[in-house]
């Protein structure tokens, strides 16, 4: 049987909503359906199986065929693969295991222990299964199943050891002890500690090796600033975008060695809208990724949540809902998202044992490159960073390193040269792009050179744009642009508590070596 063709026409997919995609390929696919089914009928027996037996699939009979999910494969042929490590709410206690298995299995659980001969304490673990309808000519329908364990109760400040595992698969068996990995939970009070962060990964030779480069630093976690894998190519929220769900199985593969050990704080970017599985487009991030619920809606907005290791509150953003620039999902949240955000960050610069605010999203709010900067992002959320006092802000999408001085009100509140250090209750916010994790890299505007650590050049100003809500770029000359590196990359914050509290910020080039850094005080 032809696969049939559920794509939206281009014309029409570019003036809907991910929502409105959603809904009108949910609605084809099930008239297709019952074409199907009375086709069936009609021809006789294709709903009740060869022979009669009574495993056909479900129909007028009422009998069932094996589906995926619940076929039964001897667990001891599957192995998982894939695991990723995110904390819950609480870092302290909480971490959430993660990982696939090529087929449907058993009762999966995680086991764990203080120590790798001992893995005595034994959790069940949830299967959320994937399923993606095929499209003619393009791709066959594809079956993935994801597995979540939530580790509660843990003690602060502690290594563990555990294994994944299923009926027939057991981690604790000598056959696959080999498996066993290991993490460590946030002190209970604070200490100093490295955490890094790009986005615009993907699947390829150099985002492994940036894996690689995240492994030498020792981090106590990893943040991703959206556009994960690439399953989708084009990235703009349309049902006519080229899309392979399989590039995550290769994703989660390429990123096994780092993220079993070390936790993978992802957020959305554009990339990231599959609307094969729910109105905005974030049905297979849910399935593929157990994160922090930090009070807003995680069930529409998985990439939207807040935690605090040690000194440090970070805050993950979706900056689809915000986007002038690619407005698929522009205004998703009904600006609820921003008020989440106005709260969160009075909280955490509230709380006593807090000293830095570090907020990461995907689209940029200040950058030359490709994509250069969103005028949404910078409309919503610029002046409650502002009224907080956001000490660092994280973004990808433009595929390149590329670092602001200290911008208040938009314009440069304070000159921070490599080496320099800034306090943002007086000079402004540093914004970093941090998008060369692994994808093709982008470059900067004609004429413009990079400028970084040992190949420092000198711009007063550079020509740009950003986008309006109108879909349209605005040219802008800007003197903000200080740090401007085209190649693969990543960022390595050390985070300081004590009597004077410090952010030292570095970017590593893939090579390891430093191509930016400065320091980050408060009121000094």
């Avoid at 580790?151 to 502690?158: A, C, E, N, V």
């Avoid at 790009?198 to 630093?217: E, K, T, Y």
């Avoid at 690619?326 to 008020?339: C, E, V, W």
Wanted: neutral net charge.
């Amino acid at each position: 049987m032809d696969i049939p063709d559920f794509g939206i026409p281009p014309q029409l997919a570019s003036r809907m909503s991910m929502a409105e995609q959603h809904e009108y390929l949910r609605t084809k696919l099930m008239r297709r359906r019952t074409l199907v089914t009375a086709g069936a009928v009609a021809a006789g027996g294709l709903l009740t199986g060869c022979g009669g037996s009574g495993s056909g699939a479900q129909g007028p009979q009422g009998t069932t065929a094996p589906s995926p999910a619940t076929s039964k494969v001897h667990g001891s042929v599957v192995s998982p693969f894939g695991r990723h490590l995110a904390f819950g709410a609480d870092p302290k206690t909480q971490m959430r295991v993660s990982w696939q298995v090529p087929l449907a299995v058993q009762k999966p659980y995680v086991r764990i222990g203080l120590e790798p001969d001992d893995l005595s304490r034994k959790i069940e673990a949830e299967i959320r299964d994937l399923h993606t309808p095929g499209v003619t000519g393009v791709r066959a329908a594809l079956e993935q199943y994801y597995v979540h364990a939530a580790l509660d109760g843990l003690r602060p400040g502690t290594t563990y050891y555990y294994g994944v595992g299923h009926d027939g698969f057991d981690p604790a068996s000598p056959k696959h002890r080999s498996t066993i990995s290991s993490f460590r939970t946030a002190p209970a009070s604070p200490e100093k500690f490295v955490f890094t962060a790009f986005g615009d990964q993907g699947v390829s030779q150099a985002a492994a090796a940036n894996d690689d480069v995240i492994l030498r630093q020792k981090p106590a976690f990893h943040l991703h600033a959206g556009d994960i894998c690439y399953a989708d190519t084009n990235g703009r929220g349309q049902k006519s975008d080229g899309y392979d769900p399989g590039f995550w199985d290769l994703f989660l593969k390429q990123n096994e060695s780092v993220a079993k050990t070390v936790p993978w704080m992802v957020t959305t970017g554009n990339h990231d809208m599959e609307a094969w599985y729910s109105p905005e487009g974030y049905g297979g991030q849910l399935a593929r990724f157990s994160l922090p619920d930090s009070g807003f809606d995680a069930r529409t907005a998985p990439g939207v949540y807040a935690f605090t290791y040690g000194n440090v509150g970070f805050v993950a953003l979706d900056a689809n809902d915000v986007s002038y620039e690619i407005p698929a999902n522009l205004g998703h949240s009904g600006g609820r998202q921003t008020k989440w955000l106005d709260e969160k960050l009075g909280e955490l610069r509230a709380s006593k044992t807090v000293d830095f605010v570090v907020v990461f999203f995907h689209h940029c709010a200040y950058s030359t490159s490709s994509h250069a900067s969103d005028g949404g992002v910078r409309a919503e959320w610029l002046p409650v960073f502002a009224r907080h006092q956001v000490d660092l802000v994280i973004n990808g999408h433009n595929h390149v390193y590329e670092r602001t001085d200290a911008v208040k009100g938009g314009e440069v509140g304070r000159s921070v040269p490599i080496g320099a250090s800034t306090d943002p209750t007086k000079d402004g916010i540093v914004y970093v792009t941090a998008g060369g994790g692994g994808r093709d890299l982008y470059g900067f505007p004609s004429g413009v050179k990079e400028s970084y650590e040992g190949h420092v050049t000198h711009h007063d100003s550079i020509d740009s744009f950003h986008w309006t809500k109108s879909k349209a770029s605005a040219a802008e000359t800007v003197e903000w642009s200080r740090v401007r590196y085209r190649g693969f990359s990543l960022l390595a914050v050390e985070a300081e508590s004590g009597t004077r509290p410090v952010l030292r910020v570095s970017a590593l080039a893939q090579s390891g070596e430093r191509i930016d850094h400065f320091e980050v005080r408060r009121g000094t």
